[in-house]
C-alpha cells in the first residue's frame, strides 16, 4: 500500500510540474527597435507557442495517466466490494473508489488545462500572422495575460480577441465613412 500511494505521489508531482518551467516571462516592449532585436513581437509570440504546446502535451498526457489510474482504483475498489464479506475490506473498497473518483477530478483538471494551453499556443500563432510587430506582441501579450488570470476559463483568449477585432473593425467603419466625406453624426450608426 506504501509503495502505491508513494508511485501515486510521484505521478501527481510529475504530471503537474511538467512543461511549466518553459512558459516565458512576457517582456516589455523595447522603446526603440535594434538591429539584433528588429521583430520583437513576433519573437515573443514564437518563444510563446512552442512552450504551451509542449505543456499542452504533458498535461494531455497527465490526463491519460491519471484517467487510466482512475478507471483501475473504482473498478478495483468495486471488486474488493462484491467478493469481500468483512466490512473492514469492504471500507478499504469503498475508500479505493473514492480515491478514484479524485483521480478523475485531477485527470478533468489536466484536460481542461490542456484546452487553456493548446488555445494559448493557438493565439500566439495567430500573433505570428499580424503584419504590424507591435500589434503581434500585444496579442501574445494579452493571450497570456488571459491565459493566466482565467484558468478555469478556457475560451477567454477566443472571447477577448473578439471584442476587440469588433472593435477594430467598428473604427476602420468610422474611418472610411470619414473618408468618404458622409461622416456619420455622433451616436449615429454607421450604414455598411
Given at each position: 500500500?506504501?509503495?502505491?500511494?508513494g508511485?501515486?505521489?510521484?505521478?501527481?508531482?510529475?504530471?503537474?510540474?511538467?512543461g511549466?518551467?518553459?512558459?516565458?516571462?512576457?517582456?516589455?516592449?523595447?522603446?526603440?527597435?535594434?538591429?539584433?532585436?528588429?521583430?520583437?513581437?513576433?519573437?515573443?509570440?514564437?518563444?510563446?507557442?512552442?512552450?504551451?504546446?509542449?505543456?499542452q502535451?504533458?498535461?494531455?498526457?497527465?490526463?491519460w495517466?491519471?484517467?487510466?489510474?482512475?478507471?483501475?482504483?473504482?473498478?478495483?475498489?468495486?471488486?474488493?466490494?462484491?467478493v469481500?464479506?468483512?466490512?473492514?475490506?469492504?471500507?478499504?473498497?469503498?475508500?479505493?473508489?473514492?480515491?478514484?473518483?479524485?483521480l478523475?477530478?485531477?485527470?478533468?483538471?489536466?484536460?481542461?488545462?490542456?484546452?487553456a494551453?493548446?488555445?494559448?499556443a493557438e493565439?500566439a500563432?495567430?500573433?505570428?500572422t499580424?503584419?504590424?510587430?507591435?500589434?503581434?506582441?500585444?496579442?501574445c501579450?494579452?493571450a497570456k495575460?488571459?491565459?493566466v488570470?482565467?484558468?478555469?476559463?478556457?475560451?477567454a483568449?477566443a472571447?477577448?480577441?473578439?471584442?476587440?477585432?469588433?472593435?477594430?473593425r467598428?473604427?476602420?467603419?468610422?474611418?472610411i465613412?470619414?473618408?468618404?466625406?458622409?461622416?456619420?453624426?455622433?451616436?449615429?450608426?454607421?450604414?455598411?
Amino acid at each position: 500500500m506504501r509503495y502505491l500511494l508513494g508511485t501515486l505521489a510521484t505521478l501527481a508531482l510529475a504530471a503537474f510540474s511538467t512543461g511549466c518551467a518553459g512558459i516565458p516571462n512576457t517582456p516589455q516592449y523595447p522603446a526603440h527597435i535594434t538591429g539584433e532585436h528588429p521583430h520583437p513581437g513576433a519573437d515573443f509570440c514564437q518563444s510563446l507557442e512552442e512552450p504551451a504546446r509542449s505543456l499542452q502535451n504533458s498535461q494531455v498526457v497527465g490526463g491519460w495517466v491519471f484517467s487510466g489510474l482512475a478507471v483501475g482504483t473504482i473498478g478495483g475498489g468495486a471488486i474488493v466490494d462484491l467478493v469481500n464479506t468483512l466490512e473492514s475490506r469492504r471500507i478499504t473498497g469503498t475508500a479505493l473508489m473514492l480515491g478514484g473518483v479524485g483521480l478523475a477530478g485531477v485527470a478533468y483538471h489536466l484536460f481542461a488545462r490542456a484546452d487553456a494551453s493548446g488555445r494559448l499556443a493557438e493565439a500566439a500563432n495567430f500573433g505570428l500572422t499580424e503584419r504590424d510587430d507591435r500589434r503581434a506582441f500585444e496579442h501574445c501579450a494579452m493571450a497570456k495575460a488571459t491565459w493566466v488570470a482565467n484558468k478555469s476559463d478556457a475560451a477567454a483568449i477566443a472571447k477577448e480577441f473578439v471584442r476587440r477585432q469588433e472593435e477594430e473593425r467598428s473604427h476602420l467603419e468610422a474611418e472610411i465613412e470619414k473618408l468618404k466625406g458622409g461622416a456619420p453624426a455622433k451616436g449615429e450608426p454607421i450604414k455598411p
